[in-house]
């Protein structure tokens, strides 16, 4: 079989080259980082079940409209997505106080916001991802005007469904960071697709009746029970790989 060449490795997925053009391969890997790669570790079968949640959520999101990358799930740690060119910005949405919202502005954790606030942080890793504003954005070319109005529209909308969607399940959306990509069509037109993933590792998700953590704070604050937060998270979506937890422990790769 032809080896795929990897395209790049980040902390918490390898990209390879899909099977066509203009396809790659996210492949999930059990790593997790935090505080920008200054605490690591490994959440064993994490890469299992953000390919299965990711999957599902793009998915729904697909249903209601919502351009994504996703095309399918290869297999237990793969999926095959659009190849589009990242904005270099990760769009942070903010339903309730937590994490650096409430250390920057002395906002006590759990504080419902009276709206979603929505913050973008510049993607670089040796600048630590600063903070920055619409206009930092544009002044220093990482999207346009009509860009930025879109990849708004496209988070509220983001927002409101997968909010309805955790409420369903007993679960809190307290925040979420969003990345966003250009799909370049043969036509010449150029289209804002939401890339990258979304699950765990990057949403603050709470039980509604106990305000447990059910994501990735759990292994910032060595909290324990990681494992079985994102396990919990998919068996409430109705994903969890059938033959159960010891199915997400697989390491195997079916081609
Ligand atoms: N459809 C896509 N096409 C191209 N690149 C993508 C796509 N979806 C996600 N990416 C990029 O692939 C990488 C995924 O790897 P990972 O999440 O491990 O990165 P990371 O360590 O968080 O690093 P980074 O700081 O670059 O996000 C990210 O850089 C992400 O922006
Ligand atoms: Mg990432």
Not at 224 to 232: D, M, P
């Amino acid at each position: 079989m032809k080896r795929r060449r990897q395209i790049y490795e980040g902390k918490a997925k390898v990209l390879f080259e899909g099977p066509e053009p203009g396809t790659v391969i996210q492949y999930f890997k059990d790593d997790a980082t935090a505080f920008n790669n200054k605490k690591k570790g490994v959440i064993t079968g994490k890469g299992v079940l953000n390919n299965r949640i990711s999957e599902y959520l793009m998915t729904r999101l697909g249903e209601v409209g919502v351009p994504t990358h996703f095309i399918r799930r290869l297999n237990m740690r793969e999926q095959l997505v659009r190849e589009v060119e990242i904005v270099p910005i990760e769009v942070v949405v903010r339903n309730v106080a937590a994490g650096s919202l409430s250390k920057r502005f002395g906002i006590p954790e759990g504080t419902p916001l009276p709206r979603a606030v929505i913050e973008y942080y510049y993607k670089n890793d040796e600048l630590d991802d600063p903070m920055c504003s619409e206009e930092h954005i544009t002044a220093f070319g990482w999207a346009t005007v009509g860009e930025i109005d879109e990849i708004v529209s496209l988070t509220i909308r983001v927002n409101d469904f997968l909010c309805g969607l955790f409420l369903g399940i007993g679960i809190r959306l307290v925040d979420f960071k969003l990345e966003f990509g250009r799909l370049y069509h043969d036509n010449g037109d150029i289209q804002l697709v939401l890339a990258d993933e979304i699950s765990p590792d990057n949403c603050r998700l709470w039980d509604i009746a106990t305000n447990e953590k059910m994501d990735k704070d759990r292994f910032r604050r060595d909290m324990g029970k990681v494992e079985e937060a994102y396990q919990e998270v998919a068996r409430r979506l109705g994903i969890l790989p059938e033959s159960g937890p010891a199915d997400a422990r697989s390491t195997d790769t079916i081609q």
